[in-house]
């Protein structure tokens, strides 16, 4: 079972990941976009992170929401509210459990990821956030939840955003010009997926 420390731990984890991969990650969107997705993450993540700490909450959704908040109103850029919406609609889907199973909490993810599609219009493909994090929760559901398979699902689908071309967010303005170019998102959210595998292991 993963309780509220467990997420919290996560959230820290990724927090720290992003610290370390945020000179890269500015670097990746400064070929394709404006040079700012590992300081708004950075930004974003330090706030999570100072936000849990200040209020402690009980439970694996009342984390996940507070996470999605901060990154809504730390982070300027596209990636907040969408990594907001991903964590917030997760959290809303575990409810108020004080313990959540593997497989409740890969559903959840389910449902994050579907508000992310929602709310930036983007597909599988289209070059974004999304071509990491639908091939991570397809292993996550494939394998009972195994977060190693996710992890690697979610490496190996950041990589192939590389021959894509954008269809979404700033990258697309560039039209052909973005193919080459890994996409910062993708990357990030692949950091996102090897903290929880760093978790268990
Ligand atoms: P901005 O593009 O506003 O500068 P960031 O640089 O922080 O924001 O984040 C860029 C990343 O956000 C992209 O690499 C992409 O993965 C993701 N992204 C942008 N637009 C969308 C969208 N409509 N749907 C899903 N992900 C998106
Ligand atoms: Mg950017």
Same mark, same amino acid.
């Given at each position: 079972?993963?309780?509220?420390?467990?997420?919290? *731990?996560?959230?820290?984890?990724?927090? !720290?990941?992003?610290?370390?991969?945020?000179?890269?990650?500015?670097?990746?969107? @400064?070929?394709?976009?404006?040079?700012?997705?590992?300081?708004?993450?950075?930004?974003?993540?330090?706030?999570?992170?100072?936000?849990?700490?200040?209020?402690? &909450?009980?439970?694996?959704? !009342? $984390?996940?929401?507070?996470?999605?908040?901060?990154?809504?109103?730390?982070?300027?850029? %596209?990636?907040?509210?969408?990594?907001?919406?991903?964590?917030?609609?997760?959290?809303?889907?575990? #409810?108020?459990?004080?313990?959540?199973?593997?497989? /409740?909490? %890969?559903?959840?993810?389910?449902?994050? $990821?579907?508000?992310?599609?929602?709310?930036?219009?983007? =597909?599988?493909?289209? =070059?974004?956030?999304?071509?990491?994090?639908?091939?991570? $929760?397809?292993?996550?559901?494939?394998?009972?939840? @195994?977060?190693?398979?996710? *992890?690697?699902?979610?490496?190996?689908?950041?990589?192939?955003?590389? &021959?894509?071309?954008?269809?979404?967010? *700033?990258?697309?303005?560039? #039209?052909?010009?973005?193919?080459?170019? /890994?996409?910062?998102?993708?990357? @990030? @959210?692949?950091?996102?997926?090897?903290?929880?595998?760093?978790?268990?292991?």
């Amino acid at each position: 079972m993963l309780d509220a420390d467990f997420f919290r *731990r996560w959230l820290i984890m990724s927090t !720290a990941l992003v610290d370390q991969e945020a000179g890269r990650l500015t670097e990746l969107d @400064s070929a394709i976009g404006d040079a700012d997705h590992g300081s708004n993450l950075q930004r974003g993540f330090a706030a999570v992170t100072a936000a849990l700490e200040r209020e402690t &909450p009980a439970t694996p959704g !009342a $984390v996940l929401v507070l996470a999605g908040k901060e990154l809504i109103a730390t982070v300027g850029g %596209a990636s907040g509210p969408l990594y907001g919406t991903l964590l917030r609609r997760a959290g809303k889907a575990l #409810g108020d459990a004080p313990e959540v199973t593997p497989e /409740q909490f %890969a559903d959840a993810l389910r449902a994050g $990821v579907a508000a992310v599609a929602q709310l930036g219009g983007a =597909k599988p493909g289209d =070059k974004t956030m999304l071509d990491a994090l639908e091939p991570a $929760v397809a292993a996550l559901e494939d394998t009972t939840a @195994s977060f190693a398979a996710a *992890r690697d699902a979610a490496e190996k689908g950041a990589q192939g955003t590389t &021959p894509l071309q954008a269809r979404k967010g *700033r990258a697309s303005y560039l #039209g052909e010009r973005s193919i080459g170019h /890994q996409d910062p998102g993708a990357t @990030s @959210s692949a950091l996102l997926v090897a903290a929880l595998a760093e978790m268990v292991e």
